[in-house]
């Protein structure tokens, strides 16, 4: 018996569908159309080996990552194909973040992309800006608002390391003055230890002069950047439009102290679950830890942090500082 279809439409079927999908409708033509199995595989352009094919055994390890990958999407829906990835081969599954995509796709797990922002045209990044070097060298802080379901506004001041993008703080309350900021500077350097920088703009909060006095006498050094110009605290204001979309968006307040327990989850889970593409899809804790040793002695007593220094600037574990960069940590005041 004649297999149905003519010989200009068998070019197509190759660049239509896969050879696993081409072996599944070679068998179909065999089983319902009635025609030989030399004649279905060469309409499908497959040879009779691949059409043969079968086997030896499934592959639960597969499937077994297949329904990690479901539930972590479905736990943390914000997340895109690529942090799924790496967090399901945190859990010791073998997956491609493309395979991952691809399944996502299938299920209909994938995240709408974000409406990409107009780019700011001009060159004004601050006259004297601190790039972050080390852990503790900057942290940069800021407020965000939003509201309760009742109509009630409320603030959560966030605190972030530059560095290795840790979130220090979420302190959510109905009004914060330079008292309160105050007070959470406090308990953040009893537990992290003091930063040589902190940068901000200027808001009244940050340019009180009760909050200056007390910065100058932790010696802690700040950079406030020119008014209007949101875009010289990048770490921060980056930060916000991730806490935005992946919290505040997702989320309904009913009352002030049920967005207190909501962000302080998503506090947590942002440093210990959720990888970070630029530390190299680490977490932020998992990047504190190994940044922790390429921290220069003067703020090691504070941080907790091993006294030698040869390490990258950027503290991950390389091999002994060069003589050029030796002199020029020398230059500095950091013993080499």
């Known amino acids: 018996m004649r297999c149905w279809g003519t010989r200009s439409s068998r070019r197509h079927w190759k660049k239509a569908v896969s050879a696993g999908q081409r072996r599944e409708l070679a068998s179909q033509a065999v089983a319902r159309k009635g025609c030989s199995q030399r004649q279905a595989c060469r309409f ?5 080996a691949t059409c043969r094919y079968r086997p030896r055994s499934p592959h639960p390890a597969r499937e077994r990552a297949d329904q990690a990958v479901v539930a972590l999407s479905l736990e943390h829906p914000e997340l895109g194909a690529d942090k799924i990835a790496a967090m399901a081969r945190r859990q010791g599954h073998r997956l491609g973040n493309r395979h991952v995509r691809e399944l996502r796709r299938d299920e209909c797990l994938t995240v709408p992309p974000r409406k990409p922002k107009q780019q700011r045209r001009g060159e004004s990044t601050g006259r004297h800006p601190q790039k972050a070097s080390y852990r503790g060298h900057v942290w940069t802080w800021d407020f965000i608002h939003d509201w309760t379901m009742k109509g009630g506004a409320f603030r959560v001041l966030s605190v972030v390391d530059e560095h290795t993008r840790e979130l220090l703080a979420l302190h959510v309350d109905r009004n914060i003055g330079s008292g309160k900021v105050r007070e959470v500077m406090e308990e953040l350097v009893a537990r992290h230890g003091a930063p040589g920088h902190i940068r901000s703009d200027n808001g009244p909060e940050f340019v009180a002069r009760s909050l200056q006095d007390w910065l100058a006498a932790a010696r802690i050094k700040t950079l406030y950047i020119e008014p209007g110009s949101p875009w010289q605290n990048g770490f921060v204001e980056s930060f916000h439009d991730k806490f935005r979309a992946e919290c505040l ?13 909501v962000i302080g989850d998503w506090r947590r889970k942002y440093n210990r679950v959720r990888p970070h593409r630029s530390l190299g899809m680490q977490t932020p804790e998992e990047f504190a830890v190994k940044s922790a040793q390429g921290t220069p002695p003067g703020r090691a007593a504070e941080l907790g942090a091993p006294t030698s220094w040869e390490t990258h ?15 020029k940590l020398e230059q500095q005041g950091y013993r080499t």
């Open 44 to 48: 499908f352009a497959l040879s009779r």
């Open 313 to 327: 600037s950027r503290g991950n574990l390389l091999h002994p500082a060069s003589p050029r960069r030796k002199r």
């Open 249 to 261: 968006a997702r989320e309904l307040f009913y009352t002030l102290g049920e967005a207190r327990v």
